[in-house]
């Protein structure tokens, strides 16, 4: 299945173009990783707690980009981890990304509660791109998938991360409730945003 979602240039939000992750963008996205995390790598952080505490991880050299990639093809091919590149089309590069997943495991659009996490580069931040990013790819879940099959969306967000509850509120999110932390697993208290699958559709897809 290869979705491309173009998204209209909105105020000073750019054209975007979402579509999987090619090997052509490995040096885009590696050049984000190093940025958002400069001092990145263990030998540098010998306290591990370091790593949970990322708001996200990506690969740190070429080998890990391909062994990456390599999950993010998977994730398509099995249906449980569907991931988009966010490509400002007046550019040509990447400059964000979207993923969408089950939130207790499996394939998305089992009928249960999906998850979708993101960030954009932070030479990128502050134009509304992943807001406009995850309006698309939460639009086109609930079309493709309809409401049986993924009822909800979650979007979680640490306390300490206004940017992101921020893209919750203009992505159509809501708040529903705090989510305390639970070390090892999740080590600071967050915000659960909840999106709702629309069930008010003019028509049903026929099986
Ligand atoms: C959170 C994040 C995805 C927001 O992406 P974005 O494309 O900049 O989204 P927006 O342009 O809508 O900005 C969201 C908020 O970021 C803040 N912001 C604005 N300009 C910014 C800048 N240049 N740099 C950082 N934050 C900025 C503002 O609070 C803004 O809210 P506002 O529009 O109501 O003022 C981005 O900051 C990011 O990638 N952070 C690291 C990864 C992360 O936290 N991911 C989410 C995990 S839950």
Request: net charge negative; glycine share 10%.
């Amino acid at each position: 299945m290869t979705i491309v979602l173009d998204v209209a240039a909105d105020g000073d939000q750019p054209a975007l173009c979402l579509r999987p992750w090619l090997l052509a963008d490995m040096p885009d996205l590696l050049a984000a990783t190093a940025d958002e995390y400069p001092n990145q790598g263990l030998g540098s952080h010998p306290d591990l707690s370091y790593l949970f505490q990322q708001r996200w991880s990506g690969p740190r050299d070429a080998v890990e980009a391909e062994l990456w990639l390599s999950g993010q093809e998977r994730g398509w091919e099995h249906g449980d981890w569907l991931t988009f590149a966010v490509t400002d089309v007046s550019q040509g590069k990447v400059v964000g990304h979207v993923g969408l997943w089950n939130r207790d495991g499996g394939q998305v659009g089992s009928g249960e509660q999906g998850e979708i996490g993101y960030w954009t580069a932070v030479a990128s931040r502050g134009r509304g791109i992943a807001p406009a990013a995850v309006r698309a790819v939460t639009g086109w879940a609930f079309d493709h998938f309809g409401s049986d099959r993924l009822p909800r969306i979650m979007l979680v967000h640490d306390l300490d991360n206004p940017a992101s509850c921020r893209v919750a509120a203009k992505s159509g999110y809501p708040f529903e409730r705090l989510s305390p932390a639970n070390p090892p697993v999740w080590f600071t208290d967050g915000h659960i945003h909840v999106a709702e699958a629309p069930t008010s559709r003019p028509y049903r897809v026929r099986r």
